[in-house]
């Protein structure tokens, strides 16, 4: 059985009349006579009772309208299908971010592709930093993240969309907690708080670059899996750590504060990025509304656009972000 025969068996159902049906698909009387004797011989029974004035259904053409319905449906469905999925219209994403300063940003972006484009799933993954996510990007196990890169990879596409302070979290009992801004010199003899090396976090690179430019090698006190661990560290005056300030903006840090940094590198930026190469119809569709969710700020610095489109006006503004985690 195949699908003309199942649409011919249909049109003659419905109209009970040969000459009404070829017209309704557009063909002439003796091809479709033809076909559904071919349909009657495949089944090994007659599906209507014909005279020279009336065309009825028999008992087993009768069975068969249900069933070929929803064969015409199921076809429907998967045309409809493929169509959605060519213009972005449902798919899966893959998501990655890590720490509370993604989640305010994540969370609108979310919110905003559920309420336009239903069919497109985002799977969130909320554990990955740095060097980390990159790699998870290249091999094609993320589609896109939230990060902060010193420089765009080879392969991928990024494009600024928040900037960032670098901050000083410390014990609300430390001498320099009530101070406007800190130096990063005057915390030398400090033992710090930080993510583990093999996080790839970048805000751990940050301190450890800035610290020698300070003249000082950070002594690391307590490594830790997350921010909230890191926050916990601080408040129990296990040491300081160096932050951006939308991370603890997005909790309430109980017995921290938070100083902002003084000097000349205060400033980074969070991105988006994704594989230059790839064509996923979603993914541009997810890309094109963080344009209106998480637009790149006024003042951002003007990057070098990457050397191929993945077909989304999403890729104007792409760059190289500062240095981040």
């Known amino acids: 059985m195949e699908l003309h025969h199942v649409r011919a068996f249909l049109a003659v159902a419905e109209e ?7 017209q309704r698909l557009h063909m002439a009387q003796p091809p479709l ?6 349909l009657e011989r495949h089944l090994g029974c007659p599906l209507f009772e014909r005279t020279t004035r009336t065309v009825r259904l028999t ?19 998967a045309e409809r299908a493929v169509a959605h999925a060519e213009a972005g219209e449902i798919g899966r994403v893959r998501v ?3 720490g509370p300063s993604s989640h305010e940003l994540i969370s609108e972006l979310a919110r905003t592709v559920r309420r336009t484009s239903p069919g497109i799933e985002l799977e969130l993954s909320s554990v990955t930093y740095g060097t980390e996510v990159v790699g998870q990007l290249l091999a094609g196990d993320l589609d896109v993240a939230m990060v902060r890169l010193a420089t765009t990879p080879p392969g991928l596409a990024s494009r600024i969309i928040r900037e960032e302070r670098y901050v000083v979290a410390m014990p609300d009992s430390h001498p320099l907690a009530e101070e406007p801004e800190v130096h990063l010199a005057d ?5 710090w708080v930080t993510l583990s090396a093999s996080s790839g976090s970048l805000v751990r690179e ?9 003249g000082f090698v950070p002594r690391i006190a307590q490594q830790a899996p997350d921010s909230w661990t890191i926050m916990a560290l601080v408040a129990a005056g296990v040491g300081v750590s160096l932050t951006i300030d939308t991370a603890f903006a997005a909790v309430d840090p109980s017995k921290v504060r938070v100083v ?14 994704w594989r230059e190469e790839d064509r996923s119809p979603a993914l541009a569709r997810v890309i094109a509304l963080s344009e209106q ?3 790149t700020p006024p003042d951002a610095p003007v990057r070098a656009a990457p050397r191929a489109e993945a077909g989304s006006r999403a890729r104007r503004g792409r760059g190289t972000p500062s240095r981040g985690g």
């Open 16 to 22: 009970l009349h040969f000459g009404r049906a070829a």
């Open 33 to 38: 006579s033809r076909t559904i004797k071919q």
């Open 59 to 77: 008992p087993q053409g009768e069975a068969l309208i249900g069933p070929a319905q929803e064969i015409i449906r199921a076809v429907e469905h």
């Open 96 to 98: 990655g971010f890590a």
């Open 187 to 191: 915390l030398a003899d400090e033992g």
């Open 206 to 214: 940050a301190l450890l670059e800035m610290a020698q430019d300070a």
């Open 260 to 273: 902002p940094l003084a000097g000349e590198q205060t400033h980074t930026y969070a991105s988006l990025a």
């Open 293 to 295: 969710v998480l637009p």
